[in-house]
């Protein structure tokens, strides 16, 4: 599963202009991108999916008489080169993104327009992920949502709803220094507390995330889920747990020391976890106390082909073929990678595997994050509104104000 840095690193926290910078310092010398011609299809991905491309590739290169060369580059380097590298026909035909840059690297012309396989194999959520502007710029590949970990040695069952959990907040066994950590969860991380606010009607940007000039963050649904989230910081959860940089420690702590019955967290916890002995059960996150799903960002990756490819009509044909139900089951196989393949999600559930069935559960209820390069200015304002809120700073119709501010005239600025 992923580790808990490649939401850090993927989540759009990089303006336009950061892109420039670095794609300036980026692989434009990579002696591994080979002069190609049109019976050669390049494909980069990083170091992880170098055995998977070479394994499936060649039933591929026989049937379109083409050889899939693979170069090995970290994605995002890759993701961040490519708008100088390809214009000077150094780049790769084929590579992989998180779905947050897919959109915003299509926009600025770097990426093909793609057209996904119409048979069924991706939902309306994967297809969301992928596209913008009413364009299409890449097919979904894997997925991934936070979901709810729990200590089967403390409850005998996942908690089903947030009532469950407030029950277990008011159990002495779980006190410390006079606070409770039977639940815990990173409320001051908004890709955490988006599931929260989204659930009671908070959003990020309107128009299914593309209109950045409505920020969603302060309406009334918002400030219901950031008033629930106060809550437990002022009256359950130890001071520890408002600390941006340090609560993330505090949580895993608690919890690998048997001390915490539940929290969420990402599938990258789970081999943490088994190395300190927790006997973890995993599930989807409870239902929220009005009776709605906690509506968390779902990510993952894409394939996309880059605007510059030489053949772009065998570049589509490898898409197809990398993300149909065989080669979908065999990414499982082979990285433990959930695939966003909805026939190969079936064969998935049919393994026994507890942390997939729940990421795909959640993920059924989650959102696509807005690909659209504003998202970038939306992290640390919804973090500050987080903590001034669950601080007692400022109330939380205060703290969502100013974020939503802050936010606007970010964007006004850059955009």
């Known amino acids: 599963m992923r580790k808990a840095n490649w939401r850090k690193l993927g989540l ?16 434009s010398n990579d002696k591994k991108d080979a002069a190609k011609d049109d019976k050669t299809l390049q494909v980069s991905v990083g170091k992880d999916y170098v055995e998977y491309v070479n394994d499936i590739k060649g039933a591929f290169e026989k049937e379109n008489d083409v050889k899939v060369e693979v170069v090995e580059k970290d994605m995002f380097d890759q993701m961040d080169a490519l708008q100088l590298d390809g214009p000077a026909g150094k ?60 200590n089967k040695d403390l409850i005998s069952e996942a908690p089903k709803t947030f009532a469950d959990l407030e029950a277990i907040s008011k159990d002495k066994k779980y006190e410390e220094d006079g606070k409770n950590v039977g639940f ?22 309107g128009d299914d995330g593309k209109d950045a000039s409505d920020v969603g963050l302060g309406n009334k649904g918002a400030i219901e889920g950031i008033t629930y989230a106060t809550e437990w910081f002022q009256n359950v959860w130890p001071q520890g747990m408002l600390d941006v940089k340090a609560n993330e420690n505090l949580m895993l702590d608690y919890f690998n020391q048997g001390k915490t019955a539940a929290i969420i967290y990402g599938p990258w916890g789970a081999s943490g976890f088994k190395d300190a002995g927790v006997n973890y ?73 507890p ?24 992290w640390s304002g919804a973090e500050n509104m987080m903590f001034d809120a669950g601080s007692g ?15 606007k005239e970010a964007i006004e600025q850059k955009y």
Request: charge should be negative; hydrophobic fraction near 40%.
């Open 12 to 27: 759009g926290l990089l303006s336009a202009a950061a892109v420039m910078t670095l794609a300036a310092c980026g692989g």
């Open 91 to 150: 780049g790769p035909d084929v590579t992989m993104s998180p779905y947050d840059r897919v959109g915003q690297q299509g926009s600025q012309g770097n990426l093909a327009e793609v057209k996904l396989a119409d048979d069924g194999r991706y939902t309306d959520t994967d297809k969301r992920q992928v596209a913008t502007d009413e364009k299409v710029y890449g097919a979904p590949a894997m997925i991934e949502a936070v979901v709810l970990f729990y």
């Open 184 to 205: 815990l969860a990173r409320w001051t991380d908004f890709y955490y507390t988006y599931g929260l606010l989204a659930g009671y009607g908070g959003y990020v940007f």
């Open 281 to 353: 059960g995993v599930a989807k996150i409870p239902t929220l106390k009005n009776g709605e799903a906690y509506q968390t960002f779902g990510g993952g990756k894409a394939w996309v082909v880059s605007n510059f490819a030489k053949n772009k009509e065998v570049a589509q044909k490898f898409l197809d073929y990398v993300t149909n139900e065989e080669n979908q089951t065999k990414l499982y196989d082979m990285r433990n990678d959930i695939p966003a393949n909805a026939q190969a999600q079936e064969k998935v559930k049919g393994n026994d595997d």
């Open 355 to 378: 942390i997939a069935a729940a990421v795909i559960e959640q993920y059924g209820v989650s959102q696509p994050m807005p690909n659209i390069p504003e998202m970038a200015e939306v």
């Open 393 to 407: 700073n400022m109330s939380p119709e205060e703290a969502s104000g100013n974020a939503v501010k802050t936010i």
